[in-house]
């Protein structure tokens, strides 16, 4: 079975301080896709940023990079110089056939 | 800007009355898909339309159908709804085939209250 986990149900940052959120998946593919998606309260979640597992550099958007560990089936997001903008549900999230997400982490930022 | 719409975004029933959620995308995408979430939940697959093939995933309830009449809409009509179906319900679009990201495109949801 295809699984992602989040281990973090909630985290909190300092606003222009750096956060990790953890991310691991089991799977017996070798080729997929893997998301964070980016959902504030009562708004659209949107694509944070999203790593095809054949690259070995990890992605990096402005801010927000992440740590891909494909023999240790791990994929962090560091968000740098956090923002009040950056509160919101953050989910990890797998595809081959279709996208199967983690249970979430919820980070708030404070001033 | 291209973009995945749904309407309305916020939809009150009763107790076992038929309703019927909308999503349109500008987007051009062969895919699309509806998702519950509950609160403070991760989306849950109903089902998705590849082109005109209707996939349904094995645990959604028959309560739930959908209907894809064009590239461009996609429907979702609940039955009869319970008091256990009053979640946000999520379209969301993707582009599948050669190059594909297989990135998804999520609407801004409607939210479905039953009462």
């Known amino acids: 079975a295809q699984t992602v986990t989040q281990s973090q149900p909630e985290m909190s940052v300092q606003e222009a301080e750096t956060v990790t959120l953890s991310c691991t998946y089991d799977t017996s593919e070798s080729d997929y896709y893997l998301f964070w998606y980016k959902q504030p309260p009562s708004r659209q979640m949107i694509l944070v940023i999203r790593?095809?597992?054949?690259?070995?550099q990890n992605a990096t958007e402005n801010r927000f990079s992440v740590n891909f560990q494909k023999a240790a089936k791990s994929f962090s997001l560091k968000i740098s110089d956090s923002q009040l903008g950056d509160a919101a549900m953050y989910f990890c999230a797998f595809n081959t056939d279709k996208l199967i997400f983690g249970t979430g982490t919820r980070l708030q930022v404070f001033p | 800007d291209a973009m995945v719409i749904q309407n309305p975004r916020y939809q009150v029933t009763q107790f076992g009355k038929p309703v019927t959620l909308s999503c349109s995308q500008t987007?051009?995408?062969?895919?699309m898909y509806w998702y519950q979430q509950k609160s403070s939940q991760a989306p849950k697959l109903l089902f998705h339309y590849y082109d005109k093939d209707f996939n349904n995933e094995a645990d959604t309830p028959d309560n739930f159908q959908s209907r894809r009449p064009n590239t461009s809409f996609c429907f979702l009509d609940i039955r009869s709804p319970g008091l256990g179906d009053a979640a946000m319900y999520l379209c969301a679009t993707s582009r599948e085939g050669p190059e594909s990201s297989y990135e998804q495109y999520f609407g801004p949801g409607t939210r479905l209250t039953v009462t």
């Open positions: 987007l051009n995408h062969n895919v």
């Open positions: 790593q095809e597992a054949y690259k070995q």
